[in-house]
């Protein structure tokens, strides 16, 4: 059973916009290279776009990202082959309704999607171990825990890395979909 | 890094997040930290308010440190029967997960003072705290029905509402800060997007409504713009629709108005923005016109 691996880039991002936004529901979607799909199904996730901490039960501000997202991805050459979430209470972990239908229209266009919830107990400032759940669709509206692993592209560096980008504040300079959709001039590819 | 500031600007912008009620936690600690603590003497008439709104920070982003240092100024001065006081110590609580601790003295203070609203809205963020939002939102319900005109009570209740995908209440909970509000575009908008996400014919005519008064109200909402955008899609490609060409019309208008706002902000060489729009308006001529 092959391993799936997240690049540092991507974590960072996902850690840096937990960060950002600790009181609120994030989440975004995940990218992998055409070059890393095997049977179609993605191997490696290269980056993430974060897309929403506001009014994250409402459905249209991640349609439109979606939209723009594909848009983009298929000019660099990259599919999205993901989506992350994270709760604002720190207890919760469960996967929302809400996060299981975007996740379930992801994987409507892409094979071997993946849905990965962040488990907020296990950040802290100095990050020990990735705190990533990652599930696989196993039928419509129906996702179990992954069988494979996830690992960080550069293992400890790639968490010292995170904890570092929290530690330093620049977490604050990052730009999701919302961000972008108060200024337009904001990138939120990052 | 924030830079460092002196003492003057540093309370400015704190004058304006206590005004603003913005929730800037991790900020307000490294001013604390690099400019205040050193210097609280001459704070001046701010002093104890400044204090309040740091110890609250230290409470946000789990400071037990400076919650110590700040509480227990306020405690000298203020004793601990004072209600405000009270309250911070009922965070305190809070902040170490301590809920029924927290509680007996939030119903301390509502035995004093029936009235004090924000003894209450504690309690209700304890019961959100602990997952159980069918309570929080029976409280806040509770709540609203005396203090009818707290809006930021109804903002919550609308959230919790949106989260439980209780749409409909959701919806009457932001028309009641439309009525405090009527020229808020941002209620408007949001009102306009709960709608979309109920869908149907009905909710999206009302949707359009909604989203076109956002955008009357402010031509820069670009959520409105796109809100007006898909909402007319979607109107436009029902086959049962009978005012195609209306919708057709507002698409177009619409994706005219988010074209020119990415024009003008410079980003003419990002061609992935008009894909979105072009997907969209292949959508209306396959309908046939």
Redesign the interface.
Known sequence: MDDLEISTRAYCKIIMHCAKYP?C?VNGVLLTHKSDLKNGRPTKFCDAVPLCHL???????P??AL??VS??V??AGTVISGFYHAHD?L??NHV???SQKIADKIAENQDGAVLVTIDSKRLALKIQNDGLIVRHNVAEGAWKLSEKKLKLEHESITLACASALVR??IFRELVDFDNH??D??QDYVN | MLQRMSLTEVKDILKTWREDNSRKSDEIIEHWEDTIREEIDDLGEEKWMILEQVCVAGFDTYRPDVVEDTLYLLIQQFTPSSLRVKRLIAMRYEMREEWGEALEVLDQILEEDEANSSARKRKIAIYKAQGDTSKAASELTKYLRVFQSDQEAWQELCDIYIQEQEYNKACFCCEELLLHNPHNHLYHQRLGEIRYTMGGTDNLENAKQYFSQAVKMAPSNMRALYGLLLTCTQLATNPKCHKKKDYAKIVFWASKQISARYNHAGLTDKQSKLPVIEGLMSQLDVSGK
Do not use: H, M, P, R
């Open positions: 009181s529901n009014n994250t039960g409402l459905s249209l501000v349609e439109i939209a723009q848009g983009i298929g000019a209470n207890k919760d929302d309704v809400f330093e504040g959709l108060d337009i001039t």
